[in-house]
């Protein structure tokens, strides 16, 4: 299979591993994206221990190609993040029942399909079914349980809602079965609700003791698989008569522990697997074979075969296995899950009628020579590799610096989702959220939990002083002590946007002196050709600073703190701390306006501004201020020039505004009009630059000028 001319199954093997290394499928981005994914499991962590809000629900565990390190820019696979409600007590046997919590008993009879169950609700007092529910409320009927025709109180799997998803204002995740997507800037991410037990599944009892013929997986890494437990997730078997009382049992966590054994060659087939359906399946038949389906089929394929094959220098012959074990279970119309053979993953899956092209598709591959791969347009792989034929340099194509780049993304809009979700749930009285910060930095944790509560905690503190600084300045015009520390401890979150907020709390207290230098020593480590902007609202282009990629792809926590700039952010109760030309932003929307708003708008409330836009208006103001007419004259330039020329700017529009007020006070409404004009050019709704248009008018039409 896949041989070309000149060329030994041994020889293109190695050429195909090179080319997966250049996208990222080599063990050193594995590891990254692995260690990454667990940053952003910790980073949430530390924050949910603190949220009353979440206090049922545990950490996610983040699944799927993402977390496993099994995909590539190409591939675009989405984040499955499992969120498990540890209010319920599920246990298989009678004698793990607890007193004075809600037991559920997996029923796992011929009733129910292999790899599904039903939870029976036992009573909180004694060992025993529970024979009657009553609702708690009289007005609404019972949706929670349901008693089958033996009587046995059962769970429904509805009792999952979107309610439990609730972040903050504006989210509210789509449900799709038994996951609640929600669109992220860099990629969706499916939250899914599940009950947590301990046990090891009874169906699966079997595969623990089975012996096979490459010795894989290791006794310990059984042993592991089954002290993990597993998962319950609300969905029933499609069709079945009971849908709604039937729970699906997941194993996700002891198929990533499978995973995280597996070698560069098996990954790399994996990958592949997943390349070749999307190129050659997906386009004519959607979600049809799915890459869980692949993933088993590996499983079965390391498990049947002797260790030793699985090398690089035999990744065709590797890949060559897998496709064959694929196409025989879709001929068989059988793929059975890896621990729950039973349970037959590609039931109702395949009609009759997609069948017969599925298997001249996937034979067609099987007879091929290299040219199947060769047209694989995932990630340029097929142009990669015949470029890695002729010994061409593949420069041009994007690299593993562009997935440091993308997890950085991914950490950054996480650090300020929860910071902010955190600001936002546990606000109350001042001396309320003064105790949460304190416990978030007082955590013991060690390794990975460290390093997410020293990424959140400064977040969190600059927060709370600037709240503390507004209100200093609203009552005594000044900043106090107390608000300053809090704001010290976070200003090396990032390059500029907590420094800045300083800057502009120092200027609104008329300290334009003191402001100055703040302001000069944040230009100073400003690097434009290194530093590069992020917002956690806004879909960047590809960065062209090379600079800031290779910090990237050397430490992400480093690159976060010396390399990137985020947008500042005001609340409405900071209105205290930032110019008044900025007021206007948190009026921006009309009760018109607000109906188009979507998920991604939840910033619109706010003041948000680009930091080297912030930066520059800050000393055009300053400046002036200090009748340093030179250096106004060149920081409206610089202000000029970045909104003309920065192309990852998240607020354009607002800094449109910004500059046609610099106009104005230049006594150049025409220019103002014009900059106003073309910030309403960016965004016809949710503009403030409409205010600033007509308070603009009204002067001119009044002779103001």
């Not at 039903?118 to 007005?139: E, F, V």
């Amino acid at each position: 299979m896949f041989q070309a001319p000149d060329y030994s199954e041994e020889a293109v093997s190695m050429k195909l591993s090179e080319v997966l290394a250049d996208i990222g499928v080599d063990t050193r981005m594995v590891l990254k994206r692995r260690r990454s994914m667990l940053l952003l499991q910790s980073i949430f962590m530390q924050c949910s221990r603190l949220c009353f809000i979440k206090k049922h629900i545990t950490c996610p565990y983040m699944m799927g190609s993402q977390a496993e390190g099994t995909t590539t820019l190409g591939l675009n696979s989405d984040t499955d993040n499992i969120y498990c409600l540890d209010m319920y007590h599920v246990i298989q046997d009678w004698s793990d029942w607890q007193p004075g919590v809600i037991n559920l008993l997996m029923i796992q009879d011929r009733s129910v399909s292999p790899g599904y169950c039903r939870l029976q609700l036992l009573r909180h007092d004694s060992p025993l079914p529970m024979r009657y529910y009553k609702c708690k409320s009289k007005n609404s009927p019972c949706t929670i349980y349901r008693r089958d025709r033996y009587g046995r109180v059962l769970l429904k799997n509805s009792l999952i809602c979107h309610n439990v998803m609730y972040r903050g204002p504006h989210e509210r995740p789509e449900r799709h079965g038994p996951a609640f997507t929600l669109e992220c800037n860099l990629c969706e991410h499916d939250n899914v609700i599940a009950l947590p037990c301990t046990t090891w599944p009874l169906q699966a009892r079997q595969w623990l003791h089975q012996q096979s013929v490459g010795q894989w997986p290791t006794d310990e890494i059984k042993q592991y698989c089954c002290s993990s437990g597993c998962l319950l997730v609300g969905v029933g078997r499609h069709g079945s008569e009971n849908e709604d009382l039937e729970w699906r049992i997941s194993t996700s966590l002891a198929e990533r522990c499978l995973m995280n054994n597996l070698n560069i060659t098996q990954i790399r087939c994996y990958v592949l697997m997943k390349m070749i359906i999307k190129t050659f399946i997906n386009p004519l038949f959607t979600d049809v074979i799915s890459s869980y389906m692949c993933k088993t089929v590996l499983f079965h394929c390391i498990e049947n075969t002797q260790s030793i094959i699985w090398q690089e220098k035999n990744l065709i012959v590797c890949l060559s296995l897998c496709i064959h074990d694929l196409y025989t279970n879709i001929l068989n119309e059988n793929c059975p899950h890896f621990f729950i053979p039973g349970n037959n993953l590609m039931r109702g899956k395949i009609t009759p009628e997609v069948k017969p092209f599925i298997l001249e598709i996937l034979q067609r591959i099987i007879n091929s020579n290299v040219v199947a791969l060769l047209g694989i347009k995932c990630d340029d792989l097929g142009t990669r590799l015949q470029l890695k034929f002729n010994n061409i340099s593949i420069c041009p194509f994007r690299t593993c610096e562009d997935i440091s780049v993308k997890l950085l993304h991914l950490i950054a809009i996480q650090l300020s989702r929860e910071s902010t979700s955190f600001s936002y749930w546990t606000w109350g009285p001042i001396q309320a959220l003064k105790q949460n910060i304190s416990d978030i930095v007082s955590l013991q944790c060690h390794g990975l939990d460290k390093t997410a509560r020293n990424l959140l905690a400064p977040r969190v503190c600059s927060r709370l002083g600037s709240v503390l600084a507004s209100r200093n300045i609203q009552q005594y015009n000044t900043i106090s002590a107390e608000a300053l520390n809090w704001i010290s401890l976070g200003l090396n979150t990032n390059v500029a946007s907590s420094k800045l907020k300083l800057a502009s709390m120092l200027y609104c207290t008329r300290q334009f002196g003191r402001a100055e230098i703040v302001l000069c020593d944040i230009e100073r480590h400003y690097d434009l050709n290194i530093v590069e902007p992020f917002c956690p609202h806004h879909v960047y282009r590809l960065t062209r600073r090379q600079a800031f990629k290779a910090v990237c792809d050397q430490n992400i926590e480093e690159a976060l703190q010396n390399a990137t700039a985020n947008c500042v952010q005001f609340w409405p109760c900071e209105v205290y701390c930032f110019p008044k030309e900025l007021r206007q932003e948190m009026f921006r929307s009309t009760e018109e306006d607000k109906a188009f708003r979507t998920i991604r708008d939840s910033w619109m409330d706010h003041v948000e501004v680009d930091s080297l836009t912030f930066l520059y208006f800050l000393q055009y103001k300053i400046y002036s201020h200090l009748n340093k007419q030179e250096d106004t004259r060149l920081a409206l330039s610089k202000l000029t020039r970045t909104i003309e020329q920065e192309p990852n700017l998240a607020h354009r529009e607002t800094a449109l505004n910004l500059l046609g007020q610099c106009m104005e006070q230049e006594h150049r409404p025409i220019n103002a009009l014009q900059y106003y004009s073309l910030s309403l050019n960016i965004r016809r709704r949710n503009n403030a630059a409409k205010i600033h248009i007509c308070r603009l008018l009204s002067r001119l039409v009044n002779n103001q000028y």
